[in-house]
């Protein structure tokens, strides 16, 4: 019938292309090994899951921001222990278990848009290279010690997806040019990336030399006027200064 023509033809919108299922079996296989360690690994036994917790817990439970004498995660900025308050919501009808595991989650959720980027990343820099677009986000998802921290409750789990985000972007700026929009997504990338960990900081120095070899790359015909006018004959005279004033120097002394 018409009827059932117009639901195959609807059906036929969903089916992937080649690339869509490299990226869904990507994130399907970094998810269910997340789930894996979320569910295995006991609580309590990841680093700084403890007080991380707490910090969620007491923000929601007491409305105010713990000190360091109640939990040492609140030594780092907030972001992350803010954004775990809606799992920690969901799970409070289930008890401490679910809170701990819907957090858990979140991590693993963040790990696998992780993989995901760096996919997008590789695609960047190698567009015809399929092992290498295929190999590094595998590395990323099975990972024991990455796997591990990003089934758990830390902010180096955001703190990774971030990074990665900053990295793509910078990425496509070498490659492309640095356009408004990008400048705006970096700008909150990093402000993000600062309030969740303030070792995000490090980020600050390729993202200085991305921007000197941009300014470089738009401006290099206004900078080689610049430095065959100005700058090269003020080396020039001062090389022959110091030339003369070595040279004087080294007749004046005994």
């Known amino acids: 019938s018409r009827k059932y023509g117009k639901i195959l033809a609807k059906g036929r919108g969903f089916v992937l292309n080649p690339r869509q299922k490299i990226i869904t079996s990507l994130l399907v296989m970094s998810i269910l090994n997340g789930l894996l360690y979320a569910i295995i690994v006991p609580p309590w036994q990841a680093p700084d899951e403890p007080f991380y917790f707490k910090y969620t817990r007491i923000v929601v439970e007491e409305r105010r921001l713990p000190n360091l004498r109640e939990t040492s995660a609140a030594g780092h900025p907030p972001l992350y222990p803010l954004i775990s308050i809606l799992p920690y919501f969901l799970g409070a009808p289930l008890g401490r278990k679910a809170q701990l595991l819907l957090i858990r989650l979140m ?10 980027i760096g ?81 995000f900081q ?39 200064s110091l030339f003369f004033l070595v040279w004087r120097w080294l007749l004046i002394e005994p």
Do not use: C, H
């Open 107 to 116: 991590g693993v959720i963040f790990s696998a848009a992780v993989a995901l």
């Open 119 to 199: 996919f997008k990343t590789v695609e960047v820099i190698f567009p015809d290279n399929d092992f290498i677009q295929l190999l590094v986000p595998l590395f990323i998802i099975f990972n024991p010690q990455y796997s591990f921290i990003g089934a758990s409750i830390n902010s180096d789990t955001l703190l990774v997806l971030l990074f990665s985000l900053l990295l793509y972007q910078m990425v496509l700026v070498v490659k492309f040019s640095l356009s408004w929009r990008r400048v705006i997504f970096l700008g909150i990338n990093i402000v993000l990336g600062l309030l969740t960990k303030e070792r």
């Open 202 to 240: 490090i980020a600050l120095i390729p993202l200085f030399l991305l921007l000197l070899i941009e300014v470089y790359r738009k401006y290099r015909p206004i900078l080689f006027v610049f430095y065959q006018e100005t700058i090269r004959p003020k080396f020039i005279l001062t090389g022959v």
